[in-house]
């Protein structure tokens, strides 16, 4: 991207800003934004991926933010967009695009609504959860009316991530955020190094990330999973092995694809074939989150398993609704991993399921193990599973 031109940001996309806008302020403000991304500049992959980015754009609240025109940030949401792809073989590719977008309002005019829906995972151990919620880095202003949550911080890659634990039942909280602050600390899945957006996306079975700053998780060469914690400045890394039966271990997958994308949760189903029959695990990772969530299925009952690569030393709450390491690793911190079912404590550290074709999990960490953080131990990681909830943004003028 030459060094002449600024950048317009819209949503999670990273565009050449052009010299003209088109305005209208008809029954409702409208604003278009036209122009071409190329190869060169840009790789021919990076080029394809901004190109089915842009087409994947849904009629979402999203931030738009200017290098050059920043009087123009804010929130919009997508009316139409469209986009020509050219190639001339061996020298040139191009997307040629065109975006309206209808204008919400400002940051110092509109309220983001959060609607959380859902509800408690089923579970055996009459556990009722935890009512959490996780806004970007940098909102202001959380509002749930006459009750206020309680707030721990989590600190990731991002910087640090406030939590809202205990948000009262049946409020839709409202805050306020900055166009430019409201892509911190989201959720991201990057296939082949590049950032997707939308779930309509080729996905790469080897090189893809799936991450919110707390929690990054990746294929490995030497397991299923690597599972990494960021803590003490850095990412700290756990090995996970994932089997579809008795004795398979899942090492390689045919097929990824996204199943949900947004800036505050996204799901991934990896799949592999059993010849006969397949294997799917879902992926899912929520802003905020210190675990990634779950989910295994196969058409015939077999016994389901997720344990670390490498022993340690683990224990089980009398309930039994989670194992967590006895120790603190090299990092000062101790691993978790747990589930909505009647598991049995794996003896590596993880769980297993008999006679199932079904298993709920989720992985990850205690940080600073022995002296977490406030608010960060075992059973807090597991009442926000139990109770983690959809998203949906709205918004709303103040």
């Keep these: 991207m030459s060094a002449d031109w600024g950048t317009v940001t819209v949503g999670r996309i990273t565009l050449r800003e052009t010299f003209t806008v088109t305005e209208s302020g008809l029954d409702g403000r409208e604003l278009s934004l036209s122009g071409q991304e190329s190869s060169p500049d840009l790789t021919r992959a990076q080029l394809v991926v901004r190109h089915d980015n842009l087409l994947a754009l849904q009629n979402s609240v999203i931030p738009v933010t200017f290098t050059d025109k920043p009087e123009r940030n804010g929130f919009y949401t997508v009316k139409s967009v469209s986009a020509d792809y050219a190639e001339w073989s061996g020298e040139v590719v191009t997307s040629t695009w065109k975006l309206d977008l209808t204008r919400l309002g400002t940051q110092g005019s509109l309220d983001l609504q959060s609607r959380l829906t859902g509800a408690v995972r089923a579970n055996p151990y009459s556990l009722v959860g935890e009512r959490w919620h996780a806004p970007p880095i940098g909102h202001y202003g959380y509002f749930t009316g006459a009750t206020n949550p309680g707030v721990m911080t989590r600190t990731g890659e991002d910087g640090p991530h406030l939590v809202y634990r205990g948000v009262p039942a049946g409020s839709a909280p409202r805050w306020g955020c900055d166009p430019t602050d409201y892509l911190r600390g989201r959720v991201r899945f990057l296939s082949g190094g590049e950032e997707l957006v939308g779930c309509d996306q080729e996905c790469s079975t080897t090189s893809w990330s799936l991450s919110n700053g707390l929690v990054n998780v990746t294929p490995s060469v030497s397991a299923s999973l690597d599972v990494q914690t960021y803590s003490g400045g850095a990412w700290q890394s756990k090995l996970w092995r994932v089997f579809s039966d008795t004795s398979t271990e899942v090492t390689s997958w045919d097929a990824v694809t996204l199943l949900h994308n947004e800036p505050e949760m996204v799901t991934v189903r990896l799949t592999k074939g059993l010849n006969p029959g397949r294997f ?94 406030s608010g960060d131990e075992a059973a807090v990681l597991r009442d926000q599973y139990l109770a983690a909830m959809p998203e949906t943004i709205h918004g709303v003028r103040r």
């Design 280 to 373: 799917v695990m879902d992926l899912t990772m929520r802003r905020g989150a210190r675990v990634v969530e779950g989910y295994l299925k196969r058409g015939t009952a077999d016994t389901l398993t997720v344990r670390l690569a490498a022993m340690e030393n683990n224990t089980a709450p009398a309930s039994g609704e989670y194992v967590v390491a006895t120790g603190d690793d090299p990092a000062g911190n101790r691993f978790i991993a747990g589930s909505a079912s009647n598991f049995t404590p794996h003896a590596s550290g993880g769980l297993s399921l008999a006679a199932t074709t079904r298993l709920d999990f989720f992985l990850g960490a205690v940080v600073n193990g022995s002296s977490p953080a």
